[in-house]
T-cell receptor, first 114, second 117 residues
Framework: ETGVTQSPTHLIKTRGQQVTLRCSSQ?????VSWYQQALGQGPQFIFQ???????GRGNFPPRFSGLQFPNYSSELNVNALELDDSALYLCASKQLPSGANVLTFGAGSRLTVL | AQSVTQLGSHVSVSEGALVLLRCNYSSSVPPYLFWYVQYPNQGLQLLLK??????LVKGINGFEAEFKKSETSFHLTKPSAHMSDAAEYFC???????????????FGKGTHLIIQP
């Protein structure tokens, strides 16, 4: 089975720009979530998509938005980039319904905002 | 609300020595608990999980963790450290997610494990 794949692996943007990150979920998984991992910190939950709708969100502003497609892949969009948005963005997938929140993570997209 | 505290941002042990990484959690619902490992420039790999079955959980690479409700702890151990265990380790907590809503995983800040030869 294929794992979670993310693209691009690295990218550099400037303040005020917009970015789109992409994620393909693991085969057989129907739910995708996104996490932000700042340098030296643990990952923080951004949001989760299930059945193409956002069904959970962490403490992130509306300029962080996403999509899930019928094939369960997903995009994370960030508008009006700020310097503090520099981080590793991790995508994770799982199969719902499931009693345990067991996620499979991708290798991440490292975003640098200058 | 849920939170995780990992005691010690860096832990150093000698090769062959016992590894003990500490994790304490708080949760308003029965928790699911996880340990993940992250190698440089990689994503997170699940080491083990506690999902309300046996309190002593065995994971991959010889790691295990014990859920102690009275102490709200889920410490990770390995009897004998190997050089390849050097990595960042994250403890995480979540509640049940049956599809009706999700709060995601709440992670600790991580513990960097250093293995000395």
């Amino acid at each position: 089975e294929t794992g979670v794949t993310q693209s691009p692996t690295h990218l550099i943007k400037t303040r005020g720009q917009q970015v789109t990150l992409r994620c393909s979920s693991q085969s057989g998984h129907n739910t995708v979530s996104w996490y932000q991992q700042a340098l030296g910190q643990g990952p923080q939950f951004i949001f989760q998509y299930y059945r193409e709708e956002e069904n959970g969100r962490g403490n992130f502003p509306p300029r962080f938005s996403g999509l899930q497609f019928p094939n369960y892949s997903s995009e994370l969009n960030v508008n009006a980039l700020e310097l503090d948005d520099s981080a590793l963005y991790l995508c994770a997938s799982k199969q719902l319904p499931s009693g345990a929140n067991v996620l499979t993570f991708g290798a991440g997209s490292r975003l640098t905002v200058l | 609300a849920q939170s995780v505290t990992q005691l010690g941002s860096h832990v150093s042990v000698s090769e062959g020595a016992l590894v003990l990484l500490r994790c304490n959690y708080s949760s308003s619902v029965p928790p699911y608990l996880f340990w993940y490992v992250q190698y440089p420039n990689q994503g997170l790999q699940l080491l083990l999980k506690y999902t309300s079955a046996a309190t002593l959980v065995k994971g991959i690479n010889g790691f295990e963790a014990e859920f102690k409700k009275s102490e709200t702890s889920f410490h990770l151990t390995k009897p004998s450290a190997h050089m390849s265990d050097a990595a960042e380790y994250f403890c995480a907590v979540s509640g049940l997610d049956s599809g009706g809503g999700a709060d995601g995983l709440t992670f600790g800040k991580g513990t960097h494990l250093i293995i000395q030869p």
